[in-house]
């Protein structure tokens, strides 16, 4: 089911709109649909994972506590990347469905810190202007 403010398709990258500064003030945070990769570092500061845990227990452990728990919605161990689940409407589960913000935005995942400058279309984004 996709929500109804999505106003760009965030899989057709040609689509996306050049990054500006300000951009984010007035988008919907369609960013925020896109599925989020992540690493334990990015784990322990979301407080999802304990650096004792991180620094103790193997990866493969720690993903299948996450995966139980629904704290991670699948792991790729070639590559030690976590993905992170999404709400059934499509948007990350840290963003407020009311406000388009980030409910954790001081420990965001490093993916999120360095959109759009990296990426599917690196310095573009799928901008959706609010109404």
Same mark, same amino acid.
């Given at each position: ?10 899989? /057709? ?8 500064? #300000? +951009?984010?003030? =007035? ?32 990866? /493969? ?8 728990? #629904? +704290?991670?919605? =699948? ?32 420990? /965001? ?23």
């Amino acid at each position: 089911m996709r929500s109804s403010i999505h106003i760009v398709d965030v899989d /057709r990258t040609e689509t996306w709109t050049r990054y500006r500064p #300000g +951009l984010c003030d =007035r988008c919907m945070a369609n960013c925020c649909t896109m599925p989020v990769e992540v690493k334990l570092a990015d784990l322990v500061r979301l407080e999802l994972v304990d650096p004792f845990e991180a620094e103790h227990e193997e990866s /493969r452990q720690i993903a299948k506590r996450l995966t139980k728990a #629904g +704290l991670i919605e =699948r792991y790729n161990s070639k590559h030690d990347i976590y993905t992170l689940p999404r709400r059934a409407d499509g948007d990350c589960r840290f963003l407020d469905a009311q406000t388009r913000r980030c409910t954790v935005y001081d420990k /965001r995942p490093s993916t999120c810190r360095k959109h759009p400058q990296v990426g599917p279309r690196p310095n573009h984004c799928p901008y959706g202007q609010r109404s």
